[in-house]
């Protein structure tokens, strides 16, 4: 099941979004597909706040094709006037196939406009689709399946090791440590750090740390009366003062603040 609201601080101010699931040729290349729309009234704005998840993101408007890095921060993006996004949350077997070093993208993006000669085609292509009307969201996702599938090309032993380092740091009962997760993988710890780096740009220890964050927020906010010690022994915490520090260094406010905010 695809989460719809997984990495969104706050889902009651979204203006329509939704996540769609790979097609079948993309499966080993993306986790999902994921469409906001937006009609905001004249001289206002919807400001979206998220905690993004540890990988890079290929994202199609109707302007740009851009490629986001993984990111260590919360961000945030202000709405205006109407418009909408396709974006693919990659998986490690896309990456290669779009940049060499995603390392030199944490924190950035970049705009592969004039970087592959094909891309205007992948725009041209979901912009025509999110025209269509009914179904034009699935119709947009199957041209992008097909635009990554064909630029990605076939997914081989060494592409599928590195998806199985992503669903190890990032699924479900996913590993509390980078040990735990080189052993899943039968794999060094150093091992390990060079997949993640060549793949994502981050260290296993700062995928972890996301994720635990992730579901953190998730938790504070669907559940307002989690305990919250109870909540950082269940994620990995040393204490609920490391569960506290770790959310206000990432998302600039205590867990209990965010719990109010996040009810309003």
Avoid: C
Wanted: charged share 25%; no cysteine; glycine share 8%.
């Amino acid at each position: 099941m695809v989460n719809p609201t997984g990495g969104v601080l706050y889902p009651a101010r979204l203006p329509q979004f939704h996540r769609l699931p790979p097609p079948a040729e993309a499966a080993e290349l993306v986790a999902w597909f994921w469409i906001p729309e937006w009609d905001i009234a004249p001289g206002r704005s919807s400001r979206q706040e998220v905690v993004s998840f540890p990988a890079l993101n290929l994202v199609v408007d109707p302007h740009a094709v851009t490629l986001s890095g993984a990111t260590t921060r919360a961000s945030h993006r202000d709405l205006r006037g109407s418009g909408w996004a396709v974006g693919a949350l990659l998986r490690p077997a896309a990456v290669a196939a779009l940049i060499d070093d995603p390392a030199s993208l944490v924190d950035a993006e970049r705009n592969l406009d004039k970087r592959f000669g094909d891309v205007a085609g992948l725009r041209e292509r979901v912009v025509g689709a999110m025209g269509t009307g009914e179904g034009h969201r699935e119709r947009a996702v199957a041209e992008f399946a097909r635009w990554l599938a064909a630029r990605a090309g076939a997914v081989d032993d060494s592409s599928r090791h590195a998806n199985a380092l992503m669903d190890a740091l990032m699924g479900d009962d996913a590993a509390l440590t980078p040990e735990e997760a080189a052993t899943r993988l039968a794999v060094s710890v150093r091992t390990l750090q060079r997949m993640t780096h060549r793949h994502v740009g981050l260290s296993p220890a700062a995928m972890i740390r996301r994720r635990r964050l992730q579901e953190a927020a998730r938790r504070v906010r669907e559940e307002p009366g989690t305990d919250l010690a109870s909540l950082a022994a269940e994620l990995g915490y040393a204490d609920h003062a490391h569960l506290t520090r770790d959310f206000r260094a990432v998302l600039g406010v205590a867990p209990r603040v965010y719990r109010s905010e996040a009810a309003d």
